[in-house]
């Protein structure tokens, strides 16, 4: 067996920051990423301004894809969108103190989630025998199936139950 040794390779390792400043790829997402916690930060403090500070936490900031000047909050309950609507002129001077400058300020429920839980798969999970019936189940279904006419349809569906649920 022949065990050459690997060429040293030509590049180091670079830390996982670096390439995410890089102008290529991912450096405009940390810029935006960075951008997005600053103005977070900034709404804390106007809120507390403003003595909402309870609210900061139920509240995310982005800024409109139509304009820079457009702040959109994005809000869990229409009672936390109201109240913010009654404060905007007093949130847009709180931020404009903080350092950030909007125009105006559109405050829009956020979509809740789903009442019930969908677990992955759980549909998938198929029974591999129908589960026997106890004497007492089979024999209330065997005085049903006498009671039945022979050629109903009803009849036959008990006949099928049974002959499923054989030992």
Known sequence: MNFTSKPPRAKAAHDWIDYLRESEGLGSILAKTEDLAKLKVSLERALAELDLDHLSSKIE?????????????????????SRLQQILPSLINELAKNGVICSSIKVRLKPSAPMWNIKPGAGLKRISKPPVFNEVARNSWEDLLKKLAPDSELSKAVERLLQNRRK
Do not use: K, P, Y
């Open 61 to 81: 900031a982005g800024w409109r894809s139509t304009g820079q000047n457009e702040l959109f909050l994005l809000v869990s309950s229409s009672s936390i969108a």
